[in-house]
């Protein structure tokens, strides 16, 4: 059965405590991906290649701005470094890996609008799926 997205959370790690990045809208597509070497010789009948080492996803995560949310000033003030991350799934299921803080950007400021953040992180190393 489908598994609705209400509901789930990222959490980034502040003095070795999970904690929430509040009020997140959207986080996209959490995974890795491999590349390909040309491994074709002379004597191959078609192309040949290995796989290479899996690469983490950069993942982007957009919400709601909110004034001294732990979570979202942890973020601002850490672009570049690495952090432990841990996203919760409504189901109770769970994927936690290590991930560099790419960007953290406020705004736009619109009329009659409200102000979002974003900031994108990408994956380093393995991915610990944890399913309920």
Excluded: C
């Excluded at 432990?84 to 009329?111: K, M, R």
């Amino acid at each position: 059965m489908a598994v609705k997205s209400q509901g789930t959370t990222f959490q980034v790690t502040i003095s070795s405590t999970l904690t929430d990045v509040g009020e997140v809208m959207s986080i996209g597509e959490i995974g890795q991906e491999t590349g390909l070497t040309d491994v074709t010789h002379l004597t191959s009948t078609a192309k040949e290649y290995l796989g290479t080492l899996p690469d983490g996803k950069e993942i982007s995560i957009n919400g709601n701005y909110v004034s001294n949310n732990a979570g979202q000033e942890f973020v601002r003030d850490n672009v570049g470094e690495t952090n432990a991350i841990q996203i919760n799934f409504n189901s109770g299921d769970s994927a936690a890996f290590s991930g560099v803080l790419l960007s953290h950007g406020v705004g736009p400021f619109e009329v009659d609008g409200k102000i979002p953040f974003s900031t994108s992180v990408k994956i380093s190393g393995p991915i610990t799926w944890v399913e309920a």
